[in-house]
């Protein structure tokens, strides 16, 4: 027994040991309280980020897809049904696409910036609602740190350098939710409320498409049932509205065949059955539990709370937070389908907010727990400024091989100034035609044949797509005029001549 306590002893000695520095991380964090800007504390540690990442990393993911929308809408008046470089893409709508337009309209054309600035505008923006709630119930320094959990969490960190639809949705839907507590703290959730909810829905339902608008309806939802009945007819009326407005873009859109399209996209259509369904669910698990850090060393012991406490006022922001968080994420817990971390990236700012309720709450009385999630923070945070100030700086080139790519095209086809052709499907990378000034089509293989047959034409192709357009008609000459590689990918660029 003796030997049990001593070794207990020694064990809680090693670990207050490794805690001393966290503990100085931590008293250091709490003088924010005696900030006189606290404010300009979340504005710095967001550009901090962004600055110089976004501006040294080329275009990359689906930036490429996303500008190519705009370009559609700008360049050849696509602004319903959206286009990628004349193909049609019926997935869902684009809101993304259609700021980064209207933004290229005011500048002249589309670039990476039409669509980064929008989207940093919303990231910011996001940030500082997760400041500003905190700020209406918690100390200077538990706000901060909950705007910090956020642009700290792994799943979140990467927008600073990839303009994606999630934010914006996440901004959206959050503004909703920060709309309705407000009205339901202050007993004053007036029609005009419900109609700024409703809007902002209708605008997250044509960012993404509307499944992960049930990361409001189900989170606000539960709450309501549980605590505020009396406001299920207006958010029913909100719903209907903003419903409206969703399903009349797929209306005005429709064309036979979509609506497999939007099955697919739902994620209705390719359903997993068995241990396929077990391990893809158990993955989907661990990867919330990293790419959520440092959330989700704190939501474990709120919901605790909230389960125990759920009667009392004084908990209603963090049971509205939990109910956000966690309602729609168990759906994609239990979802036929394959899931992706990503596709709980709504509940990311509520998850940011309980973080420093949490913060408010246990910054005394269990401090090791807090100090636990300073310090991954910090390690995140840490680890994203080495990668932006240090990394991205001097090594550009490992960011920029899109941008290489494409000014390598532009220098090349400058030779025969026109329409510069591509594959339609996913055969080509997008993101390289960024770069690419002047018009751009994506065509069949048959298509590309027949329009080399009628004149000269310039090209980017793969080897292999090469190959098969030389078998198809023997009577097209390809002349090679270089090659560029992206994503791991080499392609050629190719003039056409018909050989008469």
Known sequence: ???????????????????????????????????????????????????????????????????AIARGALEDG?????????????????????????LGETTGSVTLWSLRI??????????????NLLRSVTGK????????????????????????PDIVLSVLLFGAFCIWWQGTRDNSTTSGRWLCISVLIALAGLTKGPQEVAYFTLGVGSYILLKQRHQIPAFIAAHIGAGLIIGGWYGLVYQPGDIDTWQAHSRLAHTTTGFATVFGHLDFVKSLAVEFL?????????????????????????LAAILYSVACTLILLVWPGKVAARYAMPGTMTLAVICGLMFERWLHSHRKVIVSALV??????????????????????????????????????????????VVDGEATNHNMLVYVKGPISAVSLNDLAAIAMNAPAMAVLLPEHERA??????????????????????????EIIAQR
């Open 141 to 164: 320094s538990a706000a901060i740190f909950g705007a910090l959990c956020w642009i700290s969490m792994p799943v979140v960190a990467p927008k600073f350098i990839n303009a994606e």
């Open 376 to 421: 991954v923070a910090y390690a995140i945070f840490g680890g994203l400024l080495v990668r932006s100030w240090i990394v991205m700086p001097f090594a550009p080139q490992l960011f920029q091989e899109s941008r290489l790519a494409g000014q390598t095209i532009t220098a090349t086809i400058r030779q025969r100034p026109g329409r510069l052709y």
């Open 78 to 102: 696509h602004w319903l049904t959206p286009f990628v470089y004349g193909e049609r893409f019926a997935e869902r709508p684009v809101l993304l696409s259609w700021l980064a337009a209207l």
């Open 294 to 318: 440092p959330g989700s060393i704190l939501i474990g012991p709120a919901i605790v709370i909230a389960v125990r406490r759920w009667r009392d006022t004084r908990d209603d922001l963090l």
């Open 469 to 494: 357009l030389s078998r198809m008609n023997p009577k097209l000459h390809l002349v090679d005029k270089g090659d560029v590689v992206c994503g791991k990918t080499r392609y050629n660029i190719v």
């Open 118 to 131: 929008p989207h940093l505008c919303f990231f910011l923006a996001g940030t500082l609602l997760i400041y």
């Open 1 to 67: 027994m003796g030997s049990d306590q001593a070794r207990d002893t020694a064990v809680g000695r090693l670990w207050d040991i490794a805690f001393v520095p966290g503990e100085w991380m931590l008293s250091r964090f709490s003088g924010l309280d005696k900030s006189r800007w606290p404010v300009l504390w979340v504005i710095g540690l967001f550009l901090v980020q962004a600055v110089p990442a976004a501006i040294i990393r080329a275009s990359n993911l689906e930036e490429g897809r996303i500008i």
